[in-house]
């Protein structure tokens, strides 16, 4: 059974940091890209980074230079580091594993509020 847990939302005050964590199990974890995606009320879903199996990774420019994502293989685990937070950060925040000619995974979301 696939599953993907995210977890370290909160509230937090702009400027701030958080570390979101997403825990995978039920598909082999290192042959996946994994993607943080977030959405925002009444706003579309978006990609705000992504790492492929080798460790490369993307971002774009509205939260590059803040946003790191790394992954831990043996721990099955991607970490999104979120650093110089805005107002406009505030979202649901979801990981979604991707790997060609496979159904992609999402998992349930957590919520990052930036306010003072």
């Known amino acids: 059974q696939v599953q993907l847990v995210e977890s370290g939302g909160g509230l937090v005050q702009p400027g701030g940091s958080l570390r979101l964590s997403c825990v995978a199990s039920g598909f082999t974890f290192s042959s996946y890209v994994m993607g943080w995606y977030r959405q925002a009320p009444g706003k579309e879903r978006e990609l705000v980074a992504a790492?492929?199996?080798?460790?490369?990774?993307y971002y774009p420019d509205s939260v590059k230079g803040r946003f790191t994502i790394s992954r831990d293989n043996a721990k099955n685990t991607v970490y999104l580091q979120m650093n110089s937070l805005k107002p406009e950060d505030t979202a649901v925040y979801y990981c979604?594993?991707?790997?060609?000619?496979?159904?992609?995974?999402w998992g349930q979301g957590t919520q990052v509020t930036v306010s003072s």
């Open positions: 790492i492929s199996s080798g460790g490369s990774t």
């Open positions: 979604k594993a991707k790997q060609q000619y496979s159904p992609d995974y």
